[in-house]
Antibody, heavy 119, light 110 residues
């Protein structure tokens, strides 16, 4: 069965770019008709959609983050990545990668990785 | 401020039934399927209900979902201590062009 695993720095300085990677195992990122998504959750708060990408190129980004977000897919490595630029303390959160089966139905999730924005 | 509205907390005794409400609008719940997620502390969310009322394989049939208009509900019957968790509703939003979530409801089994 498909599993997802996030990786990346746990500490990012303000104004810098947050970069995370999600590695897909147990299946090909190119198989099926899935979108590959990023969701975040500040401590003690709810879930927020960041964006998602389809292996054939189309994507959706949260309008509130769109100017700072880039999601890309590397099929050769079976990975997808998140870049969030110009970060502030408000971007401190647990970041999850997830598989979107259809219109936001997130059926497989990574375990999450905590990213703290601090100098 | 979450797009979908849920009660912050609910509580009920073991073996009883509890419902969690989720209110949205015509751009999300009113026009798209509702999904529910269960999250334990320090863990990733888990898909609990999809397409308003369908259970993924392996999810107990003590969980059920329903939807009417721009509102949805999650019901849990035969409450067990292991059901203590946070529950989130979610739905695709046609304006955002992405999924929106409720603020989460913390279930306490008394």
């Amino acid at each position: 069965q498909v599993q997802l695993q996030e990786s990346g720095p746990g500490l990012v300085k303000p104004s810098q770019t947050l970069s995370l990677t999600c590695t897909v195992s147990g299946g090909s990122i190119s198989s099926g008709f899935y979108y590959w998504s990023w969701i975040r959750q500040p401590a003690g708060k709810g879930l927020e959609f960041i964006g998602r990408m389809y292996t054939r190129g189309s994507n959706n980004y949260n309008p509130s983050l769109k100017s700072r977000v880039t999601i890309s897919i590397d099929t050769s490595k079976n990975q997808f990545s998140l870049k969030l630029s110009s970060v502030t303390a408000a971007d401190t959160a647990v970041y999850y990668c997830a598989r979107d089966v259809s219109l936001g139905r997130l059926d497989v999730w990574g375990q999450g990785t905590t990213v703290t924005v601090s100098s | 401020q979450s797009v979908l509205t849920q009660p912050p907390s609910v509580s009920e005794a073991p073996r009883q039934r509890v419902t969690i409400s989720c209110s949205g609008s015509s751009s999300n719940i009113g026009n798209n399927a509702v999904n529910w997620y269960q999250q334990f502390p320090g863990k990733a969310p888990k898909l609990l209900i999809y397409y308003d009322d369908l259970l993924p394989s392996g999810v107990s049939d003590r969980f059920s979902g329903s939807k009417s208009g721009t509102s949805a509900s999650l019901a849990i019957s035969g409450l067990q201590s292991e059901d203590e968790a946070d529950y989130y509703c979610a739905a695709w939003d046609d304006s955002l062009n992405g999924p929106v979530f409720g603020g989460g409801t913390k279930l306490t089994v008394l």
